[in-house]
T-cell receptor
Framework: DQQVKQNSPSLSVQEGRISILNCDYT??????FLWYKKYPAEGPTFLIS?????DKNEDGRFTVFLNKSAKHLSLHIVPSQPGDSAVYFC????????????FGKGTRLSVIA | KAGVTQTPRYLIKTRGQQVTLSCSPI?????VSWYQQTPGQGLQFLFE???????NKGNFPGRFSGRQFSNSRSEMNVSTLELGDSALYLC?????????????FGPGTRLTVT
């Protein structure tokens, strides 16, 4: 049972435009969400997170939006750059507290120059 | 600080064999988690160790096991390898209280079972 779902396996965006990556979750007990970015031959690196008490968190070009009623979150990258080309994973802690993460299957973003 | 290191980076094994993978966490991190990444399933949680004790376990068969040493280094073992065990195995470490739920990943060990 996939508790965190990323339904778009891939996304292509022109350099300078906005990239929007989507994530849905089924477990209403999730209270924290994270986005990780992964380049080939490297481990995932933490990008940005959001607590369920917020609906938006911004860090430079990256913004995450959370819609709790729809159990949906999205990552916006503005403007997109070729170096953003990577696989992006949405994740949530298994349970409250410092616990391992449940990941989506990832979305491969390609930013075309 | 040095990051999470994993050895070996690449491994080729034959069905039925067993394999041991190693992970050294970031200095001071006491929690180590293992994940399996496959193209069809994304990252799936295997198990987590904290202070030499298994604290959480994912839905994997008993062929997958792990342990943690007093210096927080961790190993995972897969016995009686199957073709479906071919995957990237990722280790992640974390320090309680540092960036809620944030985990730091190593580069992974690419295991190929033939």
């Amino acid at each position: 049972d996939q508790q965190v779902k990323q339904n778009s396996p891939s996304l292509s965006v022109q350099e300078g435009r906005i990239s929007i990556l989507n994530c849905d979750y089924t477990n209403s007990m999730f209270d924290y969400f994270l986005w990780y970015k992964k380049y080939p031959a490297e481990g995932p690196t933490f990008l940005i997170s959001i607590s369920s008490i917020k609906d938006k968190n911004e860090d430079g070009r990256f913004t995450v939006f959370l819609n709790k009623s729809a159990k949906h979150l999205s990552l916006h990258i503005v403007p997109s750059q070729p170096g953003d080309s990577a696989v992006y994973f949405c994740a949530a802690p298994l349970r409250s507290g410092n616990t391992p993460l449940v990941f989506g299957k990832g979305t491969r973003l390609s930013v075309i120059a | 600080k040095a990051g999470v290191t994993q050895t070996p980076r690449y491994l080729i094994k034959t069905r039925g064999q067993q394999v041991t993978l190693s992970c050294s966490p970031i200095s001071g991190h006491r929690s180590v988690s293992w994940y399996q990444q496959t193209p069809g399933q994304g990252l799936q949680f295997l198990f987590e160790y904290f202070s030499e004790t298994q604290r959480n376990k994912g839905n994997f068969p008993g062929r997958f096991s792990g342990r943690q040493f007093s210096n927080s280094r961790s190993e995972m073992n897969v016995s009686t390898l199957e073709l479906g065990d071919s995957a990237l195995y990722l280790c992640a470490s974390s320090f309680p209280g540092q960036g809620p739920y944030e985990q730091y990943f190593g580069p992974g060990t690419r295991l190929t079972v033939t």
